[in-house]
């Protein structure tokens, strides 16, 4: 089973490919930058035995960053900021409204900024290889040295990527991520967004972050530095720091089945303690509905019924903005003009 592409667009009008698979708790994971391909990383069979043990109890949604994978190649903005519009676009596509999210390396990041912006939606927070600033992770001799390949020899850097620095052994699986990393991404591009990465500091984000975050850490790790990780606890408030085996710095490539239970246990626990990351009965696109989430036909039923926004926010306890922006993607979804439109489109398909 491979992952069912679909596509949306951000409010700067960049088409992002996303998928979503199973069904609970929301969880978004964010795209390795610049080398996302989520495609190319379920051909690879420790990635797959990872996802779908998370898909087994989780909603998980994964995307490809603008520049990169099945989105988007030719783009301007490759800044934090023009980021964040990916990951905003592809979870109101998703219509997920309440979700943990997990970066890592620089899209680590990307998610301290958005739950620092949006406390309202990121129910949890995972983080791994990550730091406050951009150009920490980057600085070792051994990284410099391999990122002065991206210009100079495209196809070394990405095999030194998968076998060298990620520790993918030299077999099937190490061919495969070499070719990932090949094809994921070009050099103008990652030269691009690793300089725009190095000039990002989330410092101040961190501090404001209110969710609870997991960072994890490999024993033995030799590309981040324990003491990255550390910071990043010290500098949120409810960080929780916890060190794995090993010393990959792929975080799934040891001990795949016990970094999935405790990444279920840890999302799973948002819902548990009140916080739902997704209703489950929003947890699937309903088929033959024009591709309307559960929660988008949950509002277009109210819609229908004659309650305003703000009738169907306090029925479904939700802002009233929240339920403003689920509007606006069933208009946009069964291509309907104003709420005379929708409804009657949902008579017509028996939703109202």
Not at 307 to 330: F, P, W, Y
Request: glycine share 8%; net charge negative.
């Amino acid at each position: 089973m491979d992952p069912l592409v679909a596509y949306t667009r951000t409010s700067d009008a960049v088409n992002i490919a996303y998928a979503a698979e199973g069904s609970g708790p929301g969880f978004v994971l964010m795209p390795g930058v610049p080398f996302s391909d989520f495609v190319a990383e379920w051909q690879i069979p420790v990635l797959r035995r990872a996802y779908l043990g998370l898909a087994d109890r989780l909603r998980i949604v994964q995307y490809d960053g603008r520049g990169t994978g099945h989105s988007q190649r030719v783009v301007d903005d490759l800044s934090l900021d023009g980021m964040l519009l990916d990951l905003e676009a592809v979870v109101d596509a998703d219509g997920l409204d309440r979700f943990a999210l997990f970066g890592f390396y620089h899209s680590a990041l990307h998610a301290i900024a958005y739950a620092a912006r949006h406390p309202e939606r990121v129910s949890r927070l995972v983080l791994f290889g990550g730091a406050l600033r951009g150009w920490e992770p980057m600085s070792g001799p051994g990284t410099q040295a391999l990122l002065s390949l991206i210009d100079r020899d495209w196809d070394t850097f990405a095999e030194s990527v998968a076998h060298a620095w990620l520790g993918w052994p030299d077999d099937a699986e190490g061919r495969l991520a070499a070719a990932w990393f090949r094809t994921a991404s070009t050099p103008d591009v990652a030269s691009r967004v690793l300089r725009e990465a190095s000039a990002v500091d989330v410092t101040r984000d961190a501090a404001a972050v209110r969710c609870e975050t997991l960072v994890l850490h490999r024993r033995d790790a030799t590309v981040i530095p324990l003491e990255l990780s550390e910071r990043l606890v010290e500098a949120i408030p409810r960080a929780e720091l916890r060190v794995l085996d090993g010393s990959s710095a792929a975080l799934f490539f040891e001990g795949t089945d016990d970094v999935v239970h405790q990444l279920v246990r840890f999302v799973a626990g948002a819902s548990e303690a009140g916080r739902p990351a997704r209703l489950a009965r929003g947890s699937t696109t309903t088929t033959g509905a024009a591709g309307l989430t559960a929660r988008e036909l949950e509002v277009l039923r109210l819609l229908a019924a004659g309650q305003s926004n703000a009738e169907i926010a306090g029925d479904l306890g939700l802002s009233v903005n929240t339920i403003e922006r689920h509007v606006g993607n069933v208009y946009r979804k069964i291509d309907a003009r104003g709420r005379a439109d929708a409804t009657a489109w949902a008579i017509r398909r028996g939703v109202a």
